[in-house]
């Protein structure tokens, strides 16, 4: 199955092609905002990197949030356009968990959502122990040191450092399009939702 992996959630615009083990082609680019203005040139260049042309592939898959509001829009509303286009299907990959298969054993992935907050799912080898959370950051610290019980601990992400507990610390900037390709090429499929574990910070002017 040839898949297209699509990551704005956060921030990295980030876009790879993978035919089931294969990767064709990759492309990631930091960045906090401008997803929107990037993210189709990538696309159009990972595929021609690749070979391959749009009407080759067979799903899209896209991460869906938690993350930045903005982000996962664009990244929804480009896999939707596309997939409508080619006649496939688009699936969605939780931010989370395409984070959190780039460990092994126990494996935390944590996202800073301000507001001293965390954005917090809890996985074992693969599966999660949690469903996706936004949690203060010393609710998420206890929560973690729970499911743990002493065990070796992998956090990956942003909010990783902030909740100050030992183990392997991997940052991230984004979640690796390859994995959220992969994982896209195992998800069942089902309406295409972004995924918000609280209200936008910006507000309507009085």
């Known amino acids: ?20 083990a294969r990767v064709l082609a990759r492309a990631s680019e930091v960045m906090a905002r401008g997803h929107q203005e990037r993210l189709a040139p990538m696309a159009e260049w990972v595929m021609a990197d690749a070979g391959l042309p749009f009407s080759r592939l067979d ?28 006649g ?11 984070l959190a298969v780039q460990g092994d054993g126990l494996v935390c992935a944590a996202i800073d959502a301000r507001r001293d ?13 949690m ?6 950051i010393g609710t998420a610290t206890a929560r973690v040191v729970e499911i743990a ?32 390709a992969r994982l ?7 309406p295409l939702r972004p995924l918000y574990l609280r209200a936008p910070d910006a507000r309507l002017p009085a």
């Open 149 to 180: 019980h002493g065990r070796a601990l992998t956090l990956i992400g942003s909010g990783g450092p902030l909740l100050g507990l030992p183990g392997i610390l991997i940052p991230a900037e984004g979640a690796d399009p390859v994995r959220v």
């Open 184 to 190: 896209g090429a195992e998800a069942q499929p089902s």
């Open 59 to 86: 799903r899209v898959a896209v991460t869906v949030g938690p993350g930045s509001f903005t982000g996962l829009r664009v990244g929804i509303a480009f896999a939707k356009g596309l997939a409508s286009a080619l």
């Open 117 to 129: 907050q965390v954005y917090l799912q809890a996985f074992e080898d693969g599966h999660p122990l």
């Open 1 to 20: 199955m040839i898949v297209l992996g699509l990551d704005t959630c956060l921030n990295a615009c980030s876009v790879a092609v993978t035919d089931g």
């Open 88 to 98: 496939v299907r688009a699936v969605g990959v939780g931010t989370l968990q395409a």
């Open 131 to 136: 469903a996706p959370d936004v949690l203060p």
